[in-house]
């Protein structure tokens, strides 16, 4: 059979502290898998959003802004961001591009130490990943969904980022 190959885009999220009363630290791990015919389509889409919403190349379009961008975390963007968040999953949606996620309550799981929970995060998304490319496979056509993960580094120091490329 001929290889598939889409593109997996790995990141994680890591609280240091208690946000919630009924949540302990939570982290989590989550992918998107891209199959090859959405890459440049979605890619120029989000360029596309960008420039009509007037978001600077400087701001990173992310869930839980940094306090550092301005253009995210003004106030008066807010309907703007909230509409450029639709538009992007909408898109997303069209495009095919699926997510899996996998998230802890690092306080609750106890027979686990940090590090094997995180460890085991991994594990599942992986899990997760194998099962949506393996749903993509197309006998008829002949074609088997293969990956390359992408990953940013993990949330944490370099100590962190070293163990989990080990």
């Known amino acids: 059979m001929t290889p598939r190959l889409h593109m997996i885009f790995l990141d994680d999220s890591m609280q240091s502290r208690r946000t919630r009363k009924e949540l302990g630290r939570v982290a989590a791990l ?52 909230v509409s450029l968040y639709e538009k992007i999953l909408q898109g997303a949606r069209i495009c095919q591009i699926r997510s899996v996620y996998a998230a802890l309550d690092l306080d609750a799981v106890t027979w686990w130490d940090e590090d094997e929970a995180k460890r085991r995060l991994l594990e599942f998304v992986y899990e997760r990943v194998s099962l949506s490319l393996e749903a993509s496979d197309d006998e008829d056509a002949g074609t088997r969904s293969v990956g390359v993960v992408v990953a940013d580094t993990p949330s944490g120091d370099r100590k962190d980022e070293k163990k989990m490329v080990a």
């Open 30 to 81: 989550g992918a998107v898998i891209v199959p090859p015919e959405s890459l440049k389509v979605f890619g120029d889409y989000v360029k596309m959003l960008r420039v009509r919403y007037g978001v600077p190349t400087s701001s990173e379009i992310k869930w839980s802004p940094s306090p550092n961008d301005s253009w995210m975390r003004a106030r008066e963007n807010t309907p703007a961001r």
